[in-house]
């Protein structure tokens, strides 16, 4: 039953929250996006289990008993990360870690698309090699579950459905059949009870379009809907705190004065 906690820290040393939420919450494997490379934090997480596996663009670190195998990646990127997930007397996983193209620099959401597409083709090869598809992406996609990116079948594909018509693939309108992954962070946005807190992600408090949704859901878990079973809707969530420090200021939206600009995301995996 292995839990799975990622934030991005947005380049900052938030050692003494990262490790409340590790505290907190028991991830057996833990990503920081945009991690610092900070001196101090892997010996803080390896008081509490946490041993530091990679400290590229992305922090990984995992608990003692789960065995992490780097899958390499033709493509001269530093934004995805693939990972085989493996506890003694459990299944394996297929892990995707991914920070897309950031909106600044890369405005066209064409883009993302382009990128998305061909990190799902390896990660389709890769579940050919292994046999089987339980395969979970995790990270800030800097894209919203309805964008072409990551909704459309040229980017992820990812359908806030766990079937088709009872299937796992869909037929795309002269174009054939495409498969898909289950998206559930769309039955996360606006859940929160409280108002407006955590109502996604990531705030952007500047938008004056017409169209602004303000609360951008950038952080999300894809799985194939094959295994989506093994991820339960209360075992997906969006924390507003660490542990007894608030990551949200007074108006309910990330507090990036005090911590990051993103909010972050934990969820468990069932064993069958």
Do not use: C
């Amino acid at each position: 039953m292995p839990t799975v906690l990622f934030w991005n820290v947005q380049r900052k040393p938030l050692d003494g929250l990262v490790v409340a939420l590790a505290a907190e919450h028991r991830p057996d494997l833990l990503v920081l996006v945009e991690y610092p490379n900070s001196s101090l934090l892997p010996g803080l997480l390896a008081l509490e289990g946490l041993d530091l596996v990679s400290g590229e663009r992305f922090g990984v670190f995992a608990r003692r008993g789960l065995t992490l195998l780097r899958e390499p990646y033709p493509n001269p990127t530093k934004r995805v990360q693939f990972w085989r997930a493996s506890r003694p007397g459990a299944e394996d996983w297929l892990v995707v870690i991914i920070h897309g193209p950031d909106r600044r620099n890369a405005q066209q959401d064409q883009t993302r698309e382009l990128f998305f597409r061909q990190v799902a083709d390896h990660a389709r090869y890769l579940e050919r090699v292994s046999g089987h598809r339980r395969t979970v992406i995790l990270g800030d996609f800097n894209a919203s579950p309805f964008e072409a990116s990551v909704v459309g079948a040229n980017g992820f594909h990812a359908l806030g459905v766990r079937r088709v018509r009872g299937e796992f693939d869909r037929r795309v309108r002269n174009s054939g059949r495409f498969d898909f992954f289950y998206n559930p962070m769309w039955r996360m946005y606006g859940r929160d009870s409280a108002g407006d807190a955590a109502a996604a992600t990531y705030h952007y408090r500047d938008g004056d379009e017409v169209a602004e949704p303000f609360w951008h859901m950038l952080d999300q878990v894809l799985i194939r809907p094959e295994v989506a079973d093994r991820l339960p809707p209360d075992q997906l969530r969006i924390l507003a705190a660490a542990g007894v420090t608030p990551l949200v200021d007074v108006g309910g939206r990330p507090d990036d004065a005090a911590a990051s600009d993103h909010l972050p995301v934990v969820f468990t995996l069932f064993d069958k």
